[in-house]
């Protein structure tokens, strides 16, 4: 198991220690990750086809989308197919160059660059959506403020964030995982563990969950007003993959899940959080 020095330190100490912990796993695990998420069971379908569906259904042909933490391109390619003029932010280097790889392997073209949320490199006003799927769980808290700041910056008036997070609010039901099983959330620790990597060595990144309250708060902290929030699995995450299994009752759930995720409470009660939020038009 990797570890890090946990001596006491400033929170921009333990802030900086925190990005290079993330920055080292991914170095090591970035030709890997694609095969770990998502994961191949009915549980793990169902997740990504949601998060599918309320991402790139509103991404339109033209449009300047920033995709922050955007690893391999999980999303940044799909939204460069789509015709979207997409850039891709990420602390990784070695996850970019697989989203790179992806990009010329399709003909597509992205402006990948390597940074920091919480410093973004590009003018205000710059994009009409920004977009971070399974991403802003790695962030040091203490960044939060700052990173959702940049946000509202580089968007334009009337732009828009779209998110998917990790619902801490369902971590206080259920604390085990049913994503991706080979990477597991360490609720206690607030950790994310690498396991059964090619390596043989298992990898500790740090995992912060969001409750519907901290989004909230954090985009109006940020001047902006959270218009849409979706749980996503509200229901198949308490269902056993070998029930999902049956095609007709994975059919049933999905169809009750695209209606219950959208509706109090219950959409606050999902798995995920799935979250959409506008800066003001003036």
């Known amino acids: ?84 003029q997409v850039s891709g932010l990420d602390l990784s280097e070695a996850m970019l160059e697989m989203a790179a790889g992806k990009l010329r392997e399709r003909d597509l073209t992205a402006d990948l660059r390597e940074g ?26 203490e960044d ?27 971590e206080e039901m259920f604390t085990g995982d049913r994503f991706a099983s080979v990477d597991v959330t360490d609720v206690a620790a607030k950790q994310l563990q690498f396991t059964r990597t090619r390596s043989g060595e298992d990898y500790l990144a740090p995992w912060y969950s969001f409750s519907p309250q901290d989004l909230t708060a954090l985009f109006a902290g940020a001047g902006m007003t959270v218009t849409r929030m979706r749980g996503n699995s509200p229901l198949a995450a308490w269902l056993a993959d070998e029930v999902l299994r049956d095609a007709s009752v994975r059919s049933f759930v999905d169809r009750i899940e695209r209606f219950l995720g959208e509706i109090p409470p219950f959409n606050h009660l999902g798995y995920h959080l799935l979250v959409e939020a506008v800066k003001p038009a003036v």
Not at 116 to 139: C, E, I, K, R, Y
Not at 152 to 166: A, N, Q, S, Y
Request: proline share 7%; net charge negative.
């Open 116 to 141: 920091d949320m919480a410093h973004m490199p590009f003018p205000d006003g710059s994009f009409d959506t920004v977009t971070s799927m399974l991403a802003l769980m790695h962030l040091p808290l």
């Open 144 to 170: 939060r403020p700052a990173v959702f700041a940049e946000v509202h910056r580089v968007l334009r008036p009337g732009g828009r964030m779209l998110l998917g997070v990790k619902n801490a609010l369902f």
């Open 1 to 84: 198991m990797t570890t890090y020095d946990q001596r006491p330190r400033t929170l921009a100490d333990q802030a900086e220690q925190q990005k290079d912990q993330v920055r080292s796993v991914y170095r090591r695990v970035a030709e890997e990750y694609d095969e770990r998420i998502p994961g191949l069971g009915p549980c793990d379908e169902l997740f990504t086809t949601t998060e599918h569906r309320f991402l790139l259904e509103k991404i339109q042909p033209g449009e300047r989308v920033l995709d922050i933490g955007c690893g391999t391109g999980r999303f940044t390619v799909p939204m460069a197919e789509l015709g979207a």
